[in-house]
């Protein structure tokens, strides 16, 4: 089953699901969806393509990673597993066994902020899988018989998607430094030693204490009308009973006073990388009017081949390969703003760093041009319009959103928003985010062997100590740990 992070996800690759998620609304607007709430709660979302007879199903719980209490890291992701592994009158696996037999595939993915299960399958299949997730919604079955072998299968998948990869363990040590007290600095998949100490009994009650049709919402997406789901709905999801769901209240990210470096050495490098993030208003968060702005920025410096950063850095000044940026709006807490940066062989670090830094100064200090502005708004807008062709891509939209807290009609609106942005506001947002205190900058570079003569750098342009380079990973700053 694939998996997602906050800033990277699921069905189909990184690119698709940064624009869903920093696009909602522009797919509301193409797809007008219907809306209704079961009497338990469930909130159910409609939205009609009738290009193919095929549906998207898709149910999201409200609550992800980040609603775990400390200490118990992966709990929500592990039962995101174990979902799959039979009810009163299913046996393990044959939930996959039969969406499959059935023509459709499926599959679910974990964030920080919700947990979504989904299957694509034809129009006329539309019950079958309903009756199945609904299910499961209320009748899963857990034992120690069959929670310790996954337990083994999401530990392996933390080695082979984490551990054994050096640019994602610096991106966890880098997330992890950026929120110095936000769960969002505990990795989706859990810390391998909180992991250890998953049990059935856990897992069941995460599961009892999260997974109830009012904490949920179900998205269908295709050959479908509201009036053609709504009693399938009520016959298999409205027979759920309500329970009460516990409030989402998380530990709140304190003030920082200095800028943080992480720096990871490590011999399985073979190509040098920089990154920044910044902490920076979402959707729900303080400053949320930056939001759309940010969106705005994101695009005029990370958008593609013709942005400021790849302009500057890959084709003038010849000092990376690959350089962009980007924003993820959608969370419930404060998120984050990224710069990035591949160098080119011969190419230091701290001399790629030192222009990309001049460009941030030059927009705190000039702001973005009018043109720039409208240019990438219709770059979103146009990329928007063309993502409706995808049947699933509106359920990934409205879920997301819906499960955070936002409201169709604040989906809906975000094309006016978009198109309201002006290149003062830009600007003005820029100086919420663009402040050194509240950055993390990860470097990633290859280990230096014993008896290999060091090579002489020019100071980092941040002014944060790193640690002894041997040292794997190294941070400094405050909020380290």
């Given at each position: 089953?694939?998996?997602?992070?906050?800033?990277?996800?699921?069905?189909?690759?990184?690119?698709?699901?940064?624009?869903?998620?920093?696009?909602?609304?522009?797919?509301?607007?193409?797809?007008?969806?219907?809306?209704?709430?079961?009497?338990?709660?469930?909130?159910?979302?409609?939205?009609?393509?009738?290009?193919?007879?095929?549906?998207?199903?898709?149910?999201?719980?409200?609550?992800?990673?980040?609603?775990?209490?400390?200490?118990?890291?992966?709990?929500?992701?592990?039962?995101?597993?174990?979902?799959?592994?039979?009810?009163?009158?299913?046996?393990?696996?044959?939930?996959?066994?039969?969406?499959?037999?059935?023509?459709?595939?499926?599959?679910?993915?974990?964030?920080?902020?919700?947990?979504?299960?989904?299957?694509?399958?034809?129009?006329?299949?539309?019950?079958?899988?309903?009756r199945l997730e609904a299910d499961r919604m209320a009748n899963l079955v857990l034992t120690e018989k069959v929670v310790r072998p996954e337990?083994?299968?999401?530990?392996?998948?933390?080695?082979?998607?984490?551990?054994?990869?050096?640019?994602?363990?610096?991106?966890?040590?880098?997330?992890?430094?950026?929120?110095?007290?936000?769960?969002?600095?505990?990795?989706?998949?859990?810390?391998?030693?909180?992991?250890?100490?998953?049990?059935?009994?856990?897992?069941?009650?995460?599961?009892?204490?999260?997974?109830?049709?009012?904490?949920?919402?179900?998205?269908?997406?295709?050959?479908?009308?509201?009036?053609?789901?709504?009693?399938?709905?009520?016959?298999?999801?409205?027979?759920?009973?309500?329970?009460?769901?516990?409030?989402?209240?998380?530990?709140?990210?304190?003030?920082?006073?200095?800028?943080?470096?992480?720096?990871?050495?490590?011999?399985?490098?073979?190509?040098?990388?920089?990154?920044?993030?910044?902490?920076?208003?979402?959707?729900?968060?303080?400053?949320?009017?930056?939001?759309?702005?940010?969106?705005?920025?994101?695009?005029?410096?990370?958008?593609?081949?013709?942005?400021?950063?790849?302009?500057?850095?890959?084709?003038?000044?010849?000092?990376?390969?690959?350089?962009?940026?980007?924003?993820?709006?959608?969370?419930?807490?404060?998120?984050?703003?990224?710069?990035?940066?591949?160098?080119?062989?011969?190419?230091d670090t701290a001399r790629l760093e030192t222009a990309m830094q001049a460009e941030i100064d030059k927009v705190l200090a000039e702001g973005?041009?009018?043109?720039?502005?409208?240019?990438?708004?219709?770059?979103?807008?146009?990329?928007?319009?063309?993502?409706?062709?995808?049947?699933?891509?509106?359920?990934?939209?409205?879920?997301?959103?819906?499960?955070?807290?936002?409201?169709?009609?604040?989906?809906?609106?975000?094309?006016?928003?978009?198109?309201?942005?002006?290149?003062?506001?830009?600007?003005?947002?820029?100086?919420?985010?663009?402040?050194?205190?509240?950055?993390?900058?990860?470097?990633?570079?290859?280990?230096?062997?014993?008896?290999?003569?060091?090579?002489?750098?020019?100071?980092?342009?941040?002014?944060?100590?790193?640690?002894?380079?041997?040292?794997?990973?190294?941070?400094?700053?405050?909020?380290?740990?």
């Amino acid at each position: 089953m694939r998996r997602i992070t906050r800033a990277a996800a699921a069905v189909t690759g990184l690119g698709l699901f940064v624009l869903l998620i920093a696009m909602p609304a522009a797919e509301a607007a193409v797809f007008n969806p219907d809306s209704f709430t079961l009497k338990n709660g469930l909130r159910v979302v409609v939205i009609e393509n009738h290009r193919v007879p095929i549906v998207t199903h898709m149910v999201w719980y409200k609550v992800g990673a980040a609603d775990e209490r400390r200490g118990k890291s992966g709990i929500a992701h592990f039962l995101e597993h174990l979902m799959f592994k039979g009810t009163k009158t299913l046996k393990p696996g044959e939930f996959s066994r039969i969406v499959a037999r059935n023509g459709g595939r499926g599959n679910a993915f974990t964030s920080s902020d919700y947990t979504a299960y989904f299957q694509s399958v034809a129009a006329d299949r539309l019950e079958t899988v309903m009756r199945l997730e609904a299910d499961r919604m209320a009748n899963l079955v857990l034992t120690e018989k069959v929670v310790r072998p996954e337990l083994k299968v999401v530990i392996e998948e933390r080695r082979m998607r984490t551990d054994n990869r050096p640019a994602a363990l610096l991106r966890e040590e880098a997330t992890a430094t950026l929120y110095a007290n936000s769960p969002y600095g505990i990795p989706v998949i859990g810390w391998e030693r909180e992991m250890r100490q998953m049990t059935a009994k856990r897992a069941l009650a995460f599961y009892h204490r999260y997974y109830a049709p009012n904490n949920a919402i179900l998205v269908v997406a295709g050959d479908i009308t509201a009036a053609r789901l709504k009693p399938l709905a009520e016959k298999y999801y409205g027979v759920i009973p309500a329970r009460p769901i516990p409030p989402r209240l998380r530990p709140q990210e304190p003030a920082h006073h200095a800028p943080r470096r992480v720096v990871l050495r490590d011999e399985r490098v073979g190509q040098p990388a920089w990154a920044r993030r910044y902490l920076a208003p979402s959707y729900m968060s303080a400053g949320k009017e930056n939001a759309f702005p940010l969106q705005v920025l994101s695009e005029i410096l990370g958008g593609g081949t013709t942005s400021r950063l790849y302009r500057r850095l890959v084709v003038e000044q010849k000092l990376a390969v690959n350089a962009g940026a980007w924003y993820q709006p959608n969370s419930v807490d404060r998120t984050a703003f990224g710069l990035f940066a591949t160098p080119r062989p011969g190419v230091d670090t701290a001399r790629l760093e030192t222009a990309m830094q001049a460009e941030i100064d030059k927009v705190l200090a000039e702001g973005v041009t009018a043109a720039e502005v409208e240019t990438a708004k219709t770059r979103l807008s146009t990329a928007a319009t063309y993502a409706r062709d995808s049947v699933g891509t509106g359920a990934h939209i409205f879920g997301a959103a819906l499960a955070i807290g936002r409201t169709v009609a604040e989906v809906e609106a975000w094309p006016d928003h978009i198109a309201a942005v002006t290149a003062d506001q830009v600007k003005a947002a820029a100086a919420v985010v663009f402040q050194a205190r509240n950055s993390v900058t990860s470097v990633l570079l290859p280990k230096r062997r014993v008896g290999t003569p060091a090579r002489t750098t020019r100071p980092s342009p941040v002014g944060a100590r790193s640690r002894a380079p041997d040292k794997v990973p190294a941070k400094t700053g405050a909020g380290a740990r």
